[in-house]
């Protein structure tokens, strides 16, 4: 197996207007790409310690600033739509030529509209945020606050405290500061779209191998949502007890990147 030095994943300009990061391995034998697709308020930085992990075991990987974020396609985040992401996820996909797809939160919505009509050999869903006909209490009551603004199509910050509450809750004092000091702000206008833009379940079930990675103390989006979401897609499901919405950051988060990449090989191997 190709294997890598642990080093930080680079700028790259593979994807045009769009940056991201890019980390190769060394070795002859490469495996498929891997493209990583950041949430709300985080970026392509979010993924440095998965690409790392991902790379050792001889996969190229591609993390993408989706547009309004860290300088990628240069708009202003409170412009973009639903269907602008959709279209950044399936320019990156054609510049990497079928990659694997590792998406976290936000974009897994958006992920699964897109597999209404295209297949990818892989799909790793961690926390994906549910489609319309999911949504639970605990996730309404965290954004009540900020109806107001996803309404009005305004972009969305959360103060440090609800973000901790929110989705960071599993991360150390200093890690938590860490990455809330990166966050960027939220496309409230996709937020309003994605009350309403649903999933073609029966037809995403049949496009490819996919897997939703959960954590048993998600605050944002419950497992007992990433369960339910699994079923009605017919897909695999791993659940982490002690890990919350940040699963790739979270102390721990070697086991889960492992575990991702046997489920990869097992899959394309089959």
Not at 110 to 120: F, R, S
Not at 128 to 142: S, V, Y
Request: hydrophobic share 40%.
């Amino acid at each position: 197996m190709a294997t890598t030095e642990t080093i930080d994943p680079r700028p790259t300009t593979r994807f045009g207007n769009l940056t991201g990061l890019e980390l190769i391995p060394g070795g002859s034998t490469p495996r498929r790409p891997v493209l990583f697709v950041h949430g709300w308020w985080g970026g392509a930085w979010v993924w440095d310690r998965f690409m790392t992990r991902f790379a050792a075991r001889g996969y190229p990987c591609y993390a993408v600033n989706l547009r309004g974020n860290h300088g990628s396609g240069g708009v202003d985040i409170a412009d973009v739509s639903f269907a602008d992401h959709l279209a950044d996820m399936k320019h990156a996909i054609s510049v990497l030529g079928d990659p694997i797809l590792v998406t976290h939160s936000a974009s897994g919505h958006i992920a699964l509209k897109l597999a209404e009509h295209q297949k990818l050999p892989g799909v790793i869903h961690l926390a994906p945020t549910p489609p319309p006909g999911k949504l639970t209490l605990r996730i309404a009551r965290g954004f009540l606050r900020y109806i107001p603004r996803l309404l009005r199509a305004q972009p969305i910050v959360l103060d440090k405290a609800a973000r901790i509450a929110a989705d960071l809750n599993r991360l150390p004092p200093a890690e938590q500061d860490a990455v809330y000091s990166r966050m960027v702000p939220a496309p409230g206008r996709q937020g309003r779209e994605m009350l309403y833009t649903r999933v073609d379940a029966e037809r995403v079930s049949t496009r490819g191998p996919r897997l939703i990675v959960t954590g048993g103390d998600d605050r944002l989006v419950p497992a007992s949502v990433h369960r339910a979401m699994a079923e009605q897609l017919d897909c695999d499901i791993r659940e982490y007890p002690n890990h919350a919405h940040y699963l790739m950051r979270e102390p721990g988060w070697q086991d889960i990147a492992d575990d991702c990449t046997s489920w990869l090989n097992s899959e394309l191997l089959s």
